[in-house]
């Protein structure tokens, strides 16, 4: 039986904190080793006040998109899924250069689990964005990978 979106989606977002937090756990590793180990907090969609959370911290953020029909009877549908990684730092650039490793190692993560364990077909890099400073002397920095879930559906 054919899944519905609901259910697609839902799929999707639990097997991205389930990766998340095997490799916060030290249990799915990635690059060979490497894992999410440092991770302090990761959170959801939410709305988040960064002083309130414990740092580094992965915020995982779903975004709009538009599905597209891909041919007679079926649509592709592009979910895409911003992760923004959060580190406090005094010394700025150094908070810069954290946020920007702990965001690749979210993207690295992914790109070697590209099928998430047969939630989606693929996963696709989008945007990344580099490191900002949050708020001008609060010594949080952020930096964020997009990657775009793909599904591909079949119409009636």
């Not at 998109?65 to 007679?72: C, K, N």
Request: charged share 30%; net charge neutral.
């Amino acid at each position: 039986m054919k899944k519905s979106l609901f259910d697609l989606k839902r799929d999707i977002t639990d097997g991205i904190l389930d990766l998340l937090n095997q490799s916060k756990d030290g249990v799915v590793t990635f690059n060979g080793e490497d894992s999410l180990g440092d991770i302090e907090t990761i959170t959801y969609s939410e709305r988040i006040t960064s002083g309130k959370l414990k740092l580094p911290a992965i915020w995982v953020i779903p975004d709009r998109y538009t599905p597209e029909i891909a041919g007679a009877r079926s649509e592709e549908h592009r979910i895409p899924y911003w992760f923004a990684a959060l580190v406090k730092n005094n010394d700025p650039v150094e908070g810069k250069r954290e946020a920007e490793r702990l965001a690749s190692r979210v993207y690295d993560l992914f790109l070697e689990n590209r099928k998430l364990n047969g939630n989606c077909n693929d996963i696709i890099p989008g945007s990344i964005d580099p490191a900002y400073q949050q708020v001008d002397k609060n010594n949080v920095f952020w930096a964020g990978v997009q990657l775009l879930f793909t599904v591909r559906r079949i119409t009636k």
